[in-house]
Structures are given as C-alpha cells and as structure tokens.
C-alpha cells in the first residue's frame, strides 16, 4: 500500500543539452554525459602554446595515437567528479582499516623477516614509482585530445599520490611511526641495484613525450608490476606465513583492476577507430614491441631480488606469465608485438 | 620468525606526516637531465633557487581529500536531487535572473574546466613537488567545480532558455570570447606565469569581483542550488587563494630578478581580468531583479579597500607596486556596467539571454548608487530615448557588428580617461597592419606581446571574414546555435511567458 502524494508536475521543454541530444539523441543524459563530454573547446583557439607554436592548446597532435571522435572512448565506470572521490574515499577508508588492524595487533611486527625485507626494500620503493607515475598521468591529462580521456587520465594522476601513500603509511607504520622506513626505501631506490631498470624505466617514461606512448610505457610495466606484486605474491604470502602482506596487498590489486577497465577500454577505442584504428593498432604494436621488453627487464631485476629473498616466491618466473598475458591481451584487439622484441626480452 | 620488539609508536607531527605522503615522493632522476624531465620552467626567465622553499599552503592528505570531498558532494547532489524534484526554480526571484546564470553558464563554467587542466600541466611540470601537489589538487578541484556547476544548472536547462547550447557558444557567440581569450591567452603562456594569471590574479586578486559575485546574486534572487554550490565550492576556493598567494611569494623571494617579470604579470593580468569583470559588472547592476551590491560598491569593497589597501602595502615589501592601470579601473568604476549593458542591451538580438530597459524602481536604484553617473550620462541619454522608442512600439536593437578591442575582446565603449562622453580609442601597428585597442590597458599589453595578440580570434572580423555560418544575422544565430527565445528582450520573452503561466499570472507585455 502507498498513499497518494501529489507533486506539481511542469513538463520540461528539453531533455538535456544540445550536444547530447545531438549524439545520443532525444533523452535525458546522465551526469557522467553532462558533466563530460565536449568540455574541452576544439575550435577556435585564440593564441599558439609560447611552449608549443606549432601545436593548437587542445590538438590531437600531442599524440601519434588519434580518435577520429575523442567522445567514442568514454569511461565504462561512468566516472566523474562526485562518484569518483566517493569511490576512493571507500577505498582508503577500508585500507585505513586494514592497517589499523594489522598496527593494532603489532602484525607488521611478526612478518616473517624475508617479507620484511622485501616489503621495505622492494615494494615501499615504488611509492617512487607510483610518483612518477602521477607524472605521466598529469601529463596526459593536459594533453589527451578530449574530455573523457582527459579526465580518466586526471584521476589516474591522484590514484598514484593515493597509492604512493598507501605504500608511505605502510612506511611509516613499518617505522614504528618514524620515516625511518621511508628513508631506507628511498635510498633503495636511487641506488638498490634491484631497482635502478624500474627507476631508469619510468624516468625515460617520463620524457617520452608523447602522451600516448608514455601512458602506455607506465600501463605496459603497471600490468607486469601489479600482476606479479599485488597478485602473484598476494597467494605466495597467504601460503608462506605473511598474511598481513596479502591483506595489504588486496587494496592496490582492486586499484589496478579499476584502473584497467579504462586503459583497457581506450585500447579498444584506439585499434577499433574506423579511420585510425589501423594506424593506432600497428603504433600500439611499435610501441608496445619498444617497451615491454624494457619493462619486462625492469621488472624482472625486481623481481629477482624477490625470489632471493624468497626462494618459492616464483615471482620471476610469474613476470613471464604477466608478460605473456599482456601480449595475449594484446594480440586479441590485433596489436601484433613482434617476435623478434620478445626474444631480445628474453 | 623475528618479531621485532615494537618501538613505542612515535607520531610524527602533522607537517612531517604530510611532507613525508606528498613531496617526500620526489626524487632527483639521474637517467634523463633535469633539463629533460622540466622542459618548460626555463624559458619565462623565473629563477628558482630552491623548490623546497614552496610553503604548503594546505596539508591534506590524499585520503583526507577524497573524505571531504565526498561527503561535500553528497550534500550538494541531496538540494539538487531535492530542488529538481520539487519545481525549485518556481520560487526564483524572476526568471529574467537566470541571465545571470546563462552567462555564468557559458562563460565561466568552461574556464573551471580550462583550469583543471593546466593545473594538471603544472602538476607535471614544476620542479618541485611542493607546487606540483599544490597542483594537482587544484586541478581535481577545479574539474569538480566544472562539472558541479553544470549539474547545479542542468535542471534550469531543462525549463528556460539560453543555457541548452553552452559550450558551442562559449567557443563561438561574440562576447563569449572574452572570458574564452582570457584564458587562452593564460594557457598559451608559461607554467609561471599561469600560477600568476589564474592561480593569483584570478584566484586570488579579482576573485570577489569575477566569481563570487555570481554566488551572491543566486542567494539574493532564490536560486538555492547555485548558493549552495557557492558554499560548497567555498573550502575548495579558499585553498586556491592561499595557493595563489603563495605563488606569488614564492616567485619573489626565491631571485631578486623574478620581481619586474612578476611585475608586469600583476600589471598585465589585473587589466585583462578587470576587463573580463566588466561582464560581471553589468551582471550586477542589470541582471539581478533583487540586487545584490553595486559595482562601485563590490569594487571599492573587494579591490580598493582589500587589495590596494590590504594585499599591495605586504607586496611592497618585495618591490611589487600596485598593477599600473589601476588608476584608470577606479577612474571607471561609476562607469562600467553602464557601458556594458547598453551593449547588452543593443546586442542581445544575438546573444543567449535577454535584456530590457531596467524598470523605474531599478533605475532609481541605480541613480541612488551612482549619484554623479548614472542620470546624466546613461538615463537621459540612453534610456530615455530607447523608453520613447518602446512607447512607441518598438524596440531598439543595433544591428550592425560593433568594433572589438584586439586584446580583451569588448566592443569599443569605453570611455576616454575623465571623459565619458568620448570613447576611447588607440591603436598599434605591428607587421604593416592596424590594430584597435579599447584602452591604455590593453594598449600596453599589445604592445608587450603584439605577435600573440595578432593571433587573436576575433569574432566581429570572423564574420566579416564569412566563418561564421554566412552574411546575414540568421546565418550567425544558426551556426551559433541559438533557438527561438534565447535572445532579444525580456519583456514577452519565452521564459517571461512560460514563466507567467507556470505561476498562473498574465504574461508581461512588451513593457
């Protein structure tokens, strides 16, 4: 039963704005469409860039990797402003918890002390990694042709800082509530010999240039990175007694999975452009066949570090697989990465 | 298994704990130069000796941000959801009020936008990490503030004119070009002299006087959402003053030399945003059935009595002066709106709101608040006449195209320094060519950067050029994307009849 309760009704002369009705139609739009597409200006420029006369402010030349309509990549999580910082306020917020549990039972304390050692010399160094790649992301978000691309590319640049603070407040928690932790991570990453492929790695990533390439460079070593450090050795742990890096780990590993969705979706959107998808596929392919490798032998110098900490950990033997598994992906939107750039990896 | 004996938690203090999430991430990269990875804070000529001097004008944490935040945006969707759903807009002060809101719209939505992401480029590009997270936040800030006030206004859309075509016309209608060129000409500069335009001049020197006073009129006239997106945008706003102040301290004290460039940025970007606040001028004294302030008043307030008097004796202190021209600002202030909106008014055929006469009781409000100006200089003259001629059945529209400024953009109707009878005119030759300036002011910033300003997309020379759809008044509108009822005049307007009949009251005639 539901009682009655009578509204003014006013019928409304239009639905949405103009340029939603144009290309979605006659309905109402969603906040995600409201808030988004065309934002970015695409005509009629006043001034040349002082810091880039040949190039428009907005110009699809920033990048090789071109859509013929930058609104046929949208977000598949329908991201904008207020969901998004509702979404990580939760994810923080339920990392907060994980850590306040694993501090409250002085679980950090009792690793096992090969996990430790990994922990502080191999993972809290990429809070390094995760800056840099703000970097790039920012950077892309300046430059990515297009609204929905650009805002992806803007949160992604916050994700990082976020993530980078995941790892400090294990950081600090591992300190005994100093930076003594953060210290010797840091120093292990301007100097660790594990760690200087990945430094060298995302520094060249970050002078690269071109958004496009330097987005994919971070997402070809993410895909590595993450698979094998928030996954892999997620079920090592679990296994081998060091419970409280699992539970630390599932908070980056659900990050990643996020963060995928839309890479992985702006791939599609590149190799499946009616008009540039060839040309997208085959500089997809060019640049995935340049860095992978590089990013496979980053990688693989972490991660060999990790198994002589832990000699079942497997976690080289796993940067293969993710590897494998980023070609596999790869090879399913057409993106050939040639052969001859594996072996070289090998 | 070692179980390392717990050392007693020590808690770092608030500004250790946030250094240690944010600038601590920065390191010196080693495998590309320095001159590789910050290819674009050289050439302005700024020197900084030491990032790390970068005060933190906030200390949030990432996940403190995004705490806040959220719990701000769930508030402000609740009125909007609450708004929407119970016909709000019925109980504002006049639908003639959202004018106000359809230049907001249109002209500064897509500026909050512009920001997000060259804040964003600022976040890649600064050497230190203590202004590139500054940045970082601002520009997640100012997406957020984009898209709110598109939401905020979104259900306006959906009941009244002028609103549906925004972004089109921020980047094609005639006036939208000067607060689009504004900030295109802050993008095309550097990274430094960005932080001064926007995060300073913008944010900080003229924010009372560009994007404050549109908040104020909402809670005046009973628009309820944007009031409450004023307030919620508030915090937000806050540490973008503090950011911009910080700025320009920062620039000053870091290289004695960094003074004169710092110098004419203040100098240059105060007249191009004071110019831009001409629009907000007229907002204020025209546009709002139940007025907020006075220009004068919002002028004399915000930037004589808090700016000259306030912020420039503490600048004095680094050798900065109060920006040159600004004797001719205060000079105008009795002036301004009138000028810009008799141009609103003569215009608005084509533009996406409506204008009118303003009503007797108006007018006697504003011979009140500009006692020396406003009789004799704007009623008599201007008013009286247009009043005879819609006694007369008719209603005055120019219908020629008016001749822009090269720099701001405005129509020339400015008047001469002491003289308001006569308009200003100069002008610049550059390359052989002949170039129209409304003002000292621009003048001088022409002739600072003549090859940037000659670039400039001039809309009035883009007609006459034929982009812009075709010859003829109806060939412009259409390609401006203008509908039946976003232009013209108030009175037996659309939204005036739409809007009597929603309330179950006679529509106005043609007054």
């Known amino acids: ?346 | 298994m070692t179980a390392t004996p717990t050392r007693p938690a020590r808690k770092l203090s608030m500004k250790a704990r946030y250094s240690a999430l944010t600038r601590d991430l920065d390191w010196e990269p080693s495998y590309v130069s320095s001159a590789e990875m910050f290819p674009y804070t050289s050439f302005e000529g700024i020197k900084i000796h030491d990032w790390s001097k970068w005060e933190d004008p906030f200390r949030l944490t990432v996940d403190a941000y995004y705490k806040y935040q959220a719990e701000k945006d769930k508030r402000l969707y609740a009125v909007l959801d609450g708004f929407a759903q119970s016909q709000g807009h019925l109980s504002l002060s006049q639908a003639s009020y959202l004018n106000a809101m359809k230049i907001f719209l249109g002209g500064v939505t897509p500026l909050e936008y512009q920001a997000h992401r060259n804040f964003a480029f600022l976040s890649r590009h600064f050497n230190g990490p203590g202004p590139r997270f500054a940045a970082l936040c601002q520009s997640q800030d100012e997406i957020r503030h984009a898209q709110t006030e598109i939401h905020t206004l979104s259900n306006y859309n959906k009941y009244y004119s002028g609103m549906h075509s925004f972004l089109k016309q921020h980047d094609r209608v005639w006036y939208m070009s000067v607060p689009k060129s504004y900030f295109d000409d802050a993008l095309s500069a550097g990274p430094f002299e960005f932080l001064i335009a926007i995060g300073f001049s913008f944010e900080y020197l003229l924010t009372n006087l560009l994007f404050v006073p549109f908040m104020s009129g909402a809670s005046f006239n009973g628009d309820l959402p944007t009031m409450t997106f004023g307030f919620s945008a508030q915090s937000d706003e806050s540490r973008h003053m503090t950011l911009g102040l910080e700025a320009i301290k920062f620039l000053l004290e870091q290289d004695e030399d960094n003074v004169p460039i710092v110098q004419e940025w203040v100098d240059k970007w105060f007249w191009r945003g004071y110019r831009v606040a001409a629009i907000v001028a007229q907002m204020l004294d025209y546009m709002l059935p139940k007025p907020v302030m006075s220009w004068k008043e919002a002028f004399e307030l915000y930037f004589e009595k808090q700016m000259l008097e306030g912020l420039f004796p503490d600048l004095e202190y680094y050798g900065i002066k109060p920006p040159r021209h600004v004797q001719q600002a205060i000079d105008e202030k009795e002036a301004l709106s009138h000028f810009v909106y008799w141009v609103f008014y003569n215009f608005s055929f084509a533009a996406n709101f409506t204008t009118s006469i303003p009503s007797t009781e108006h007018q006697a409000w504003l011979a009140e608040n500009y006692p020396d100006t406003f009789v004799e200089y704007f009623q008599k003259p201007r008013w009286d006449k247009a009043q005879r001629i819609v006694d007369n059945g008719g209603r005055f529209f120019f219908m020629g195209l008016p001749q822009l400024c090269q720099v701001c953009q405005i129509p020339m109707t400015f008047p001469e320094p002491g003289d308001l009878n006569t308009i200003c005119q100069r002008t610049s030759d550059y390359n052989g060519e002949h170039f129209n300036l409304c003002s000292d002011g621009c003048k001088w910033i022409f002739d600072r950067e003549p090859e940037k300003y000659v670039q400039a997309w001039l809309p009035v020379h883009q007609i006459y050029q034929g982009n812009c759809g075709g010859p003829t008044v109806p060939d412009v509108l259409a390609w401006y994307g203008m509908q039946e009822g976003d232009g013209g005049e108030i009175a037996g307007s659309r939204d005036e009849v739409n809007w009597a009949a929603w309330h179950g009251t006679p529509a106005a005639k043609e007054a």
């Open chain 1, 1 to 346: 039963m539901q009682y009655e309760l009578r509204t003014q009704v006013i019928e409304p002369i239009r639905k949405t704005f103009t340029h939603l009705v144009e290309r979605y139609g006659d309905r109402p739009a969603s906040r995600y469409e409201e808030g988004t597409i065309g934002l970015q200006a695409t005509e009629h420029f006043h001034y040349r860039p002082l810091w880039a006369p040949d190039k428009e402010l907005y110009d699809p030349a920033y990048s090789r990797f071109v859509l013929t309509d930058p609104y046929s990549f949208t977000d598949p999580r329908q991201l904008y402003y207020a969901p998004y910082v509702t979404a990580r306020s939760q994810l923080h917020e339920s990392f907060g918890k994980t850590l306040d549990y694993l501090e409250s039972h002085n679980l950090l304390a009792r690793l096992p002390e090969a996990w430790r050692q990994l922990l502080t010399g191999l993972v809290l160094p990429l809070r390094h990694y995760e800056s840099g790649g703000q970097m790039i992301s920012s950077n892309a978000c300046r430059f990515a042709y297009g609204t929905t691309i650009a805002q992806c590319a803007g949160y992604a640049a916050f994700d990082r800082v976020g993530n980078a603070q995941i790892l400090s407040r294990i950081g600090l928690a591992l300190g005994g509530g100093t930076t003594d932790a953060l210290a010797e991570a840091k120093a292990a990453w301007m100097d660790a010999p594990a760690l200087q492929g990945l430094r060298r790695y995302v520094e060249q990533a970050m002078v690269a240039g071109d958004w496009g390439v330097e987005m994919v460079a971070l997402d070809l070593a993410d895909s590595l990175l993450y698979a094998v450090l928030y996954r892999h050795l997620d079920e090592v742990a679990l296994l081998g007694g060091a419970g409280s890096y699992s539970l630390l780990a599932q908070h980056l590993a659900g990050w990643f999975a996020d963060q995928r969705r839309w890479v992985d979706a702006l791939y599609k959107a590149w190799t499946a452009d009616p008009q540039t998808g060839a040309a997208n596929a085959e500089h997809l392919a060019a640049v995935a066949a340049e860095w992978l490798p590089k990013a496979q032998a980053a990688v693989t110098q972490l991660t060999a570090a990790i198994d002589e900490l832990v000699p079942d950990a497997g976690a080289v033997g796993a940067v293969a697989a993710a590897a494998d598994s980023v070609t596999a992906s790869l090879a399913a939107l057409g993106v050939t990465v040639s052969a001859q750039s594996k072996e070289e990896s090998a």
